[in-house]
């Protein structure tokens, strides 16, 4: 018998509120703060909360609201009206602009993580059951089988037009989309002339300017042991702040709990020591790859990617021995209860 542990859609956005409701605590947005608005809603499946402040963050709010539910669509692999539903139905699809640049993005994204994170692993999120909620272990032989169709490099672009080279071949942006979406909210309500939010699209947290009182924001990290702490607070401004975490998803079968983000390498869920990845920098999109992809790097080749790449982002890496790494960029903008090592 296996049990479901992902919470069920209620109790998601009961503790998610809980959770963004110390977060805005946390920013000092206290309810004195009169121009503040807020919108909730479920969407890329996901609770999600949009916060902003001043004379435009209603309208603001409003159109960054019909932002995320325009990309949920077009991205999602579930909807049949989707760009991304109808080239994994189909194999071959001429993709909008905007498709394919993210696809694009993904695939750069890939080669330089060393296929870490990789968009063409659907077949095996879908053969754990992550898309239907049907969750199962699959055999090592079908593993095997789906294995062969997993690699950016089997992916054919000409133009706009994607071709997979192989049948069976899908694509999933789950890794990559929200956020990509934290990016377009920012710029929508940036344009609606917000210059103070907060955007919050499950794990992935995006800040515009400093927050109400001119300070930084003030971003609490999720404990993965325990979701009623945090392992840490991070300050922020005009920054993107993405966490994955084997704790979003997962389920238990035969006494063993198995998580959503998989080891391209052999199918499984990723097991190198890290319970979660929160990745800072400037961009949503990047940042929400590769915390995907840090997490299935694991602690020694997650740090040694950092520090090849030290001007474009920084991390905080909670391991399962309960140590927090935080590396040096940020590490004077980071405050915990419990002590953490820096890494340099
Ligand atoms: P995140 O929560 O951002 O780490 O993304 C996890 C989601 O991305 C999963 O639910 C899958 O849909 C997808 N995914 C899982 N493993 C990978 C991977 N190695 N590379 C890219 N996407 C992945
Ligand atoms: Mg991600």
Redesign the pocket.
Known sequence: MQRLVAPKRPLAIAMLSLFLTACLFLCGCAAKQSALQSVDFFAMDTVMRLTAYGKNARLGLVAAEAEVLRLDALLSVTNPDGEIYRINAEGSAVLSDETAALVGEAVGISGLTGG????T?YPL?KAWG?FSGEYAVPEKEELEKLLRLVGSDKLAFEGNKLTFRMPGMGI?L??IAKGYASDRVAAVLAESGVTCALVSLG?NIKVLGTNPQGQSWRIAIRDPQDESAYAGIVQVVDKAVVT?GGY??CFEQGGKRYH???D?ENGMPANGGLLSVTIVCESGMLA?AL??AL??MGEADACAFWRAHVETFDAVLVTSDGRTLVTAGIADDFSARHDFEVVR
């Open positions: 870490a994170f990789d968009v692993v999120v992550f999933d789950g890794g794990g994955s979003e998803r959503h983000i998989l391209p929400d915390s995907t997490f299935v």
